[in-house]
């Protein structure tokens, strides 16, 4: 089983930036695909994100692309989503999820692809 905890989100003005952070435990990171997910309140929960077990291939919602950038660092068992230009619309709590995969595959995109969940970050853009 994995452990997947968040971390990272916060208040920000229009127009910032903020990056959060997924921490991995309990199994090898480097077995898993990763994605990012957002959830706004009465909203289903959406895909933004998503990076092979490699890093080496990604995949974005078109809502996102452009502005948000997913990576991950292997040798620390942790995944990033920086996030720039942020919009009032982007306020929302956000997941991470870890999905057993083959090596290159990234594009999963629908909540039931993944096997594990974090509990959430909140990310609020007011002015």
């Known amino acids: 089983q994995v452990q997947l905890v968040e971390s990272g989100g916060g208040s920000v003005q229009p127009g910032g930036s903020l990056r959060l952070s997924c921490a991995a435990s309990?199994?090898?990171?480097?077995?898993?695909?990763m994605g990012w997910f957002r959830q706004a309140p009465g909203k289903e929960r959406e895909f933004l994100a998503a990076i092979s077990r490699t890093g080496g291939n990604t995949y974005y919602a078109d809502s996102v692309k452009g502005r948000f950038t997913i990576a991950r660092d292997n040798a620390k068992n942790t995944m990033y989503l920086q996030m720039n230009t942020l919009k009032p619309e982007d306020t929302a709590v956000y997941y991470c999820?870890?999905?057993?995969?083959?090596?290159?595959?990234?594009?999963?995109?629908?909540?039931?692809?993944?096997?594990?969940w974090g509990q959430g970050t909140q990310v609020t853009v007011s002015s």
């Open positions: 999820a870890a999905k057993n995969a083959p090596p290159f595959v990234a594009n999963y995109v629908a909540t039931y692809d993944y096997n594990y």
């Open positions: 309990g199994r090898t990171f480097s077995n898993y695909a």
